[in-house]
């Protein structure tokens, strides 16, 4: 009886709360350990720490800006189709489909599991069955609640923002006691240049930026936010100061207790953080840290099914995808789509191949995104954006990341050559289906037969009214 489209039910703290619970999830209680391990030394790994940080901070500036000239909903996905056009735009969603996402997904749904079934096993380490399998379970029930309500969705995610920084905060604090005590025996000889592999670099940035990776995620649901032009650069400039700050005296604290050999050695480097620091909290820390990297597994299915309902809205997906349920309002079978590739990669992969390996596709199509707005910067000046941020930011931005994907190869040659033949292997699916459409009339034929039957199975329609 009511129109069907997606609401604007994403507020300023909604926003706060999507950007805060995507960054801070597994990436802080995992990524310490690669940080350290390419950077070399506890120095050197809190400096990457802070680079990063800063780094996604330009990022999120830029991003706040497309946001405001642009207005629809997909984030890096249609910036790079309206700025750079529809091959770069393609070749993005292939990679993110077939790597990215799914890679991505699998890293944060096995860093779930791992910390959930820690308190259970320790001091062994957790069976990895039984890890993959609670990992599955958890990311099951994230597709779940995405399918039947972005409210609650929104609401869980909130929620868990709290969950997030309570985690952090009981971490930070025995830390920082323990440094105000004098105890910076860790911190003798922070800067051990012997011990600085320069091509190993990248692959440090890879795993910081992981952990800071989310600031982008309210470009995805542009058209759900309320007053976007206000609350994008809102969001992301609170959200990336607060979780910088809270990065880095998380890391400074994991060193005061662990040391560097302890830290490289963990499998899960906040539960040996608790099990040195106070073991009353042996159980509470790994169930919180599991709750972060349940809410990081919430945020990018709620964002990344938009990926997928504009693309197919733009002609580069299979039109079903484009496709609301009449009740729940979910982009339902955009939600559903990823499940098949996250549960193979979680029962076949390794959290730090996986890591190194969907790394190379996001940072080469998010430089291109920055790019882009330079590019639409000089094809339209007349245009007015309510935010704008100095040219050198996107500039200095796009050159970073460009020069660490080009790095990336002498550091892990195997799982980027990996990550680049899945970007190119979307060449020739482009040009003889979407550019020349020569295969066109045998899938239109076959496609429509398929949506007309999953569209009855589904109980989903197209969006009636246009939100941007």
Not at 231 to 244: K, Q, R
Not at 261 to 286: E, G, H
Request: charged content about 10%; glycine content about 6%; overall charge positive.
């Amino acid at each position: 009886e009511e129109a069907i489209f997606l609401r604007k039910k994403i507020t300023l703290l909604r926003a706060f709360s999507l950007l805060i619970g995507s960054m801070v999830g597994s990436g802080i209680f995992i990524s310490p350990k690669g940080v350290l391990k390419n950077s070399g030394s506890v120095g050197f790994s809190l400096v990457v720490w802070f680079a990063c940080g800063l780094l996604s901070m330009f990022g999120a500036l830029c991003y706040a800006e497309l946001g405001t000239r642009i207005t629809k909903s997909g984030g890096h996905y249609i910036y790079i189709l309206e700025t750079l056009g529809p091959l770069p735009s393609f070749l993005f969603l292939w990679a993110e489909f077939f790597a990215i996402r799914p890679a991505n997904s699998a890293v944060v749904s096995l860093a779930f599991g791992r910390y959930l079934l820690e308190p259970f096993f320790a001091p062994c380490a957790a069976p990895v069955p039984a890890v993959k399998l609670v990992s599955l379970l958890g990311y099951y029930m994230v597709l779940t609640l995405n399918s039947w309500s972005v409210t609650w969705s929104a609401r869980l995610q909130t929620a868990l923002s709290v969950v997030k920084l309570l985690a952090l905060a009981l971490i930070i604090v025995p830390g920082m006691m323990l440094l105000a005590q004098g105890h910076t025996e860790n911190f003798q000889d922070a800067f051990d240049r012997q011990s600085l592999v320069l091509d190993k670099l990248p692959l440090a940035f890879y795993a910081g930026m992981f952990a800071y990776s989310g600031w982008f995620q309210a470009s995805f649901v542009r058209e759900e936010l309320v007053r976007p032009e206000r609350n994008i650069p809102l969001a992301v400039i609170i959200s990336v100061i607060t979780v910088i700050v809270g990065y880095m005296l998380t890391n400074v604290s994991y060193y005061t207790v662990l040391g560097t050999q302890d830290v490289l050695a963990s499998p899960a480097v906040a539960v040996s953080f608790v099990q040195r620091a106070f073991k009353s909290l042996i159980s509470v820390v790994p169930v919180l840290v599991a709750l972060s990297c349940f809410g990081t597994m919430n945020g990018g299915i709620f964002t990344f099914s938009r990926t997928l309902f504009v693309a197919s809205r733009e002609g580069q997906w299979p039109p079903l995808f484009s496709m609301i349920h009449i009740r729940r309002h979910t982009p339902l079978p955009a939600v559903m789509l990823m499940f098949p590739l996250v549960t193979a990669m979680v029962c076949v992969g390794d959290i730090y191949h996986l890591l190194n390996f969907f790394s190379f596709s996001r940072w080469l199509f998010i430089g291109l995104a920055t790019l882009g707005l330079i590019v639409h910067r000089h094809r339209h000046p007349e245009l007015h954006s309510s935010f704008k941020v100095p040219l050198f930011v996107p500039v200095f931005f796009t050159v970073i990341c460009l020069f660490t994907v080009a790095m990336s190869f002498y550091s892990d040659p195997v799982s980027i050559s990996i990550g680049c033949t899945v970007v190119l292997s979307g060449f020739p699916v482009y040009y003889l289906i979407i550019h020349r459409q020569i295969f066109l009339p045998f899938f239109s034929t076959l496609s429509d037969y398929l949506t007309h039957k999953l569209q009855l199975l589904l109980e989903v329609v197209q969006q009636e009214i246009k939100t941007y």
